[in-house]
């Protein structure tokens, strides 16, 4: 490794979590104050009178004090409208005092890239956690920010194959969220598609319900994992969040613990985003694998075109793209402007859907004299935009400026 740190940064609504990547490429954890303290709070605070700022545990402290405003669950901050200059500086003062930590720890060695993980993936996140970076020196091309979907898939495929030879699931059971994410593996020729979904189980249980009665809590747990388990093969468990720190759970573990590993421990989704780190800065070893998830396409999408007199198509996004970022254009000569047919390939649920554009509003021109432009784009994480434009045919036959646009919902 080079002497610059490579960092992970595991950013929560409750705790803050960091990792770097030692000398050999493996991902170690980063404690503070004490050797095992690994949880960094959420937490901002600005104290009007003596005209200051404070993170982590100083500002949980100092919030106890008169004048003093604490900043708490930041991540759901950059979803708010609020003022960009008053958030930009509560997330710098957060983000430089986790620098300052992960520094300290590391000898005072630079930080030279950091890749940052949230569970909500957005537009207005990676704007305003790039931002903020950039506010703290840092160019776009040394940040990262990818969700906790994508982490648990790097960290997952950096253990032993018979860990993830069949599906694996990740408990997650905080007093924000209780979840499963579930990897699915499919190999293929050329390429390996790892799908992570993600189902959201607050409805069953919450944190006070479980504080409440932990032994309810547990037939709970224990009900949904013997029913899921009965229809999928699950050869991996992970359970993670300070609800599985309590006391109890063995209906659970007696369930889950037949014949797969299970695994407990806070600290997967910030060794994963280490792990993703080294992909993205240093040297990938998982460059065969298209990463289905939260944040990233889950569909192929492609256009049926003609070339040399044969049916083919032409890809418009794979499987795997960052869906804010999925966009193509492509121009085809039309036989007859009349339709333009399109495919979507849903590997994972093994269904394709075909939808068809209808083009007989374009002009009337002799066979091969329109040109058009097809523009798509995702304009949310589960909606897709495709605009056909008509361009004419050169000097022949100008634009009509005529179009069509179309959007599909992805199920």
Same mark, same amino acid.
């Given at each position: 490794?080079?002497?610059?740190?490579?960092?992970?940064?595991?950013?929560?609504?409750?705790?803050?979590?960091?990792a770097?990547?030692d000398?050999?490429?493996?991902?170690?954890?980063?404690?503070?104050?004490t050797?095992?303290?690994?949880?960094?709070?959420?937490?901002?605070?600005?104290?009007?009178?003596?005209?200051?700022?404070?993170?982590?545990?100083?500002a !949980? +402290?100092?919030g106890?004090?008169? *004048?003093?405003?604490? /900043?708490?669950?930041?991540?759901?901050? $950059? &979803?708010?409208?609020?003022?960009k200059?008053?958030?930009?500086?509560?997330?710098?003062?957060?983000?430089?005092?986790?620098?300052?930590?992960?520094?300290?720890?590391?000898?005072?060695?630079?930080?030279?890239n950091?890749?940052?993980?949230?569970?909500?993936?957005?537009?207005?996140?990676?704007?305003?956690?790039?931002?903020?970076?950039?506010?703290?020196?840092?160019s776009q091309?040394?940040?990262?920010?990818?969700?906790?979907?994508?982490?648990?898939?790097?960290?997952?495929?950096?253990?032993?194959?018979?860990?993830? !030879? +069949?599906?694996?699931?990740?408990? *997650?059971?905080?007093? /924000?969220?209780?979840?499963?994410?579930? $990897? &699915?593996v499919?190999?293929?020729?050329?390429?390996?598609?790892?799908?992570?979904?993600v189902?959201?189980?607050?409805?069953?249980?919450?944190f006070?319900?479980m504080?409440e009665?932990?032994?309810?809590?547990?037939?709970?747990?224990?009900?949904?994992?013997?029913?899921?388990?009965?229809k999928n093969?699950?050869s991996?468990?992970?359970?993670?969040?300070?609800?599985?720190?309590?006391d109890?759970?063995?209906?659970?573990?007696?369930?889950?613990?037949?014949?797969?590993?299970?695994?407990?421990?806070n600290?997967?989704?910030?060794?994963?985003?280490?792990y993703?780190?080294k992909?993205?800065?240093?040297?990938?070893?998982?460059?065969?694998?298209?990463?289905?998830?939260?944040?990233?396409?889950?569909?192929?999408?492609?256009m049926?075109?003609?070339?040399?007199?044969?049916?083919?198509?032409?890809?418009?996004?794979?499987?795997?793209?960052?869906?804010?970022?999925a966009?193509?254009?492509?121009?085809?000569?039309?036989?007859?402007?009349?339709?333009?047919?399109?495919e979507?390939?849903?590997?994972?649920?093994?269904r394709?859907?075909?939808?068809?554009?209808?083009?007989?509003?374009?002009?009337?021109?002799?066979?091969?004299?329109?040109?058009?432009?097809?523009?798509?784009?995702?304009?949310?994480?589960?909606?897709?935009?495709?605009e056909?434009?008509?361009?004419?045919?050169?000097?022949?036959?100008?634009?009509?400026?005529?179009?069509v646009?179309?959007?599909?919902?992805?199920?």
């Open positions: 490794m080079s002497k610059g740190i490579i960092l992970g940064i595991d950013f929560s609504m409750d705790f803050t979590q960091m770097y990547l000398d050999e490429g493996n991902p170690q954890s980063i404690s503070f104050g050797e095992d303290n690994y949880l960094i709070p959420t937490v901002v605070c600005y104290n009007s009178e003596l005209k200051e700022w404070s993170a982590g545990e100083e !949980i +402290n100092k106890r004090l008169g *004048n003093s405003k604490l /900043y708490k669950e930041l991540p759901a901050m $950059l &979803n708010e409208e609020t003022d200059e008053k958030l930009y500086h509560i997330l710098t003062t957060y983000m430089s005092y986790l620098l300052k930590i992960a520094v300290n720890f590391c000898n005072g060695r630079l930080i030279k950091v890749l940052i993980t949230v569970d909500d993936m957005n537009p207005a996140v990676i704007e305003g956690i790039t931002e903020t970076f950039v506010q703290l020196g840092y091309e040394d940040i990262k920010i990818i969700s906790h979907s994508e982490s648990f898939v790097y960290y997952v495929l950096n253990q032993n194959k018979d860990i993830w !030879i +069949n599906q694996v699931y990740f408990l *997650n059971f905080t007093k /924000y969220d209780f979840s499963c994410r579930k $990897l &699915n499919i190999k293929g020729r050329q390429f390996h598609v790892a799908d992570v979904s189902e959201n189980l607050n409805d069953r249980l919450s006070s319900m504080e009665s932990p032994e309810a809590a547990d037939v709970v747990v224990a009900d949904y994992m013997e029913e899921q388990l009965k093969v699950v991996g468990v992970f359970l993670s969040g300070e609800g599985f720190y309590t109890g759970w063995q209906k659970t573990l007696s369930v889950i613990c037949r014949n797969r590993r299970v695994f407990k421990g600290n997967l989704i910030v060794k994963g985003a280490a993703g780190a992909e993205f800065f240093y040297t990938p070893v998982l460059d065969k694998y298209l990463i289905s998830c939260k944040g990233r396409t889950r569909v192929k999408v492609t049926a075109v003609k070339h040399k007199e044969r049916d083919t198509s032409v890809t418009l996004s794979n499987i795997g793209d960052y869906w804010y970022q966009r193509s254009r492509v121009e085809c000569i039309m036989e007859q402007p009349a339709e333009a047919s399109f979507i390939h849903d590997i994972m649920n093994h394709n859907e075909s939808f068809k554009m209808d083009l007989t509003g374009f002009p009337k021109r002799p066979s091969k004299t329109t040109r058009i432009e097809v523009n798509f784009r995702y304009i949310s994480e589960n909606t897709i935009e495709i056909i434009r008509d361009l004419g045919f050169g000097e022949f036959f100008k634009s009509s400026g005529m179009a646009k179309k959007e599909i919902t992805l199920e």
